[in-house]
């Protein structure tokens, strides 16, 4: 493999995770848009979310099989289809205005995005220096930062309107006036997700096109592993880690619309902007954090990070108005180096196993799928603010995580570079 190959290879991997970023970092934006065309209740609308990341649970290992067969580069073309196909059936979702239409297209394109990020994420570990796998792959993820920043201020932007009615004006008008107005709301993701789906499918074109280098990690991993996956404690643990970091992410994002206003009466389009300045801090937080990983192993970084996101979450938590806002804020530059930080941990030394045990943390994905949803129960239990103690609760685990993998010597990767 020449270095002017890596290269390209790396340039266009990480344009994969650019789109997954921008997919993805949309469902803040529907869960309010939809809950209001559709007339949804708070369970309801988190069912987008579960709608996404189940599919992480259910294609993730399926995807890894079959990029074991067929390669990196034929795994990461089918998802780019699937995750077109499933933009396009939008179009007709919110032409009949159909809650479980729109579910079904938002799994067809976390379908495809699985696809992707089992083959990117150690896609990416392994174009170069086993030692700086860490570093390359949380600057990749630093363009998945970029599209969490972009997604919801084009969608505020494009697909909200600012407008709610409220249960007497609709009670005020006619079915055909209300259903004009919800028809119009529903008709708002039209336009944005057709461009993102010919977006999607241009680039499907240019990975078919060029010729890509096949990564056979059993014989660029320095260590071969024998016997059963299952045997691997810290690939599980990793799982487990990425399982309720993922949750914890999707729980702080996704409500963070409705927090705003109930705890500091924002409304949705201004909320959904602070939602992008929180994901710019995001972004601001994968560079950052993979220049201090020349200075400090990865595991303590990710140790340090989530004790700090505990303590902002209780502030969320126990104070008022928009400090309480700006704690949420504050919490997403902390996570940022979590998820690559994660991953690169959980897969080290695997060797044959790699693709396999990828499959295995992408699925863990499914966390996003469970946590909301338990989380809109605790707040119609209690309140929204304090349901923000689900996520806190999370974090815990990817500490535990990183002190077990802060005695590992050999997974301490970066720090010296």
Known sequence: MTDRKTRLAIILITSL?????????????????????????????????????????????????????????????????????????????????????????LFVIASGLTMLETAANPYMTVLGDADSATQRLNFAQSFNGLAAFLAPLMGGTFILSGKTLSGGEQQSMSREELDSFLNAEASSVQLPFLIIGVTVLLVAVMIWRTALPEIKEEENSANQVTGSIWAEKNLILGVLAQFFYVGAQVCISSFFIRFSD???????????????????????????????????????????????????????????????????????????????????LSIRGLGEKTKIGSSLVI???????????????????????????????????????????????????????
């Open 262 to 344: 109930k705890v500091a009466g924002v409304d949705e389009k201004t909320a959904a902007y602070v939602l992008s300045g929180a994901f710019l801090s995001f972004m601001i937080g994968r560079f950052i954090g993979t220049y201090l990983m020349r200075f400090v192993a990865p595991p303590r970084l990710l140790a340090l990070y989530s004790l700090i996101n505990i303590a902002l979450l209780i502030t969320a938590v126990v104070t008022e108005g928009m400090l309480s806002v700006y704690a949420l804020v504050a919490v997403q530059f902390f996570m940022s180096i979590m998820f690559p930080t994660i991953f690169a």
């Open 17 to 105: 995770f650019f789109l997954w970023g921008f997919a993805l970092n949309l469902n803040p934006i529907l869960i309010p848009h939809l809950k209001k065309a559709c007339q949804l209740s708070d369970f309801q609308s988190a069912l987008i979310d579960s709608a996404s990341y189940i599919a992480y649970f259910l294609i993730a290992l399926p995807a890894g099989l079959y990029m074991k067969r067929f390669g990196y580069k034929a795994g990461i073309t089918l998802g780019l289809l699937l995750f077109a196909v499933g933009t396009f059936l939008f179009y007709p979702a919110a032409e009949m205005r159909h809650f479980g239409f729109f579910l079904f297209a």
């Open 363 to 417: 699925m863990s994905i499914v966390g996003g799928a469970i946590f909301p949803v338990i989380m809109g129960q605790v707040s119609d239990v209690t309140s929204i603010q304090k349901a923000y103690l689900v996520p806190a609760v999370c974090f815990l685990v990817v500490l535990y995580f990183a002190i077990k993998n802060n005695s590992i010597k050999q997974v301490t990767m970066g720090a010296s570079h």
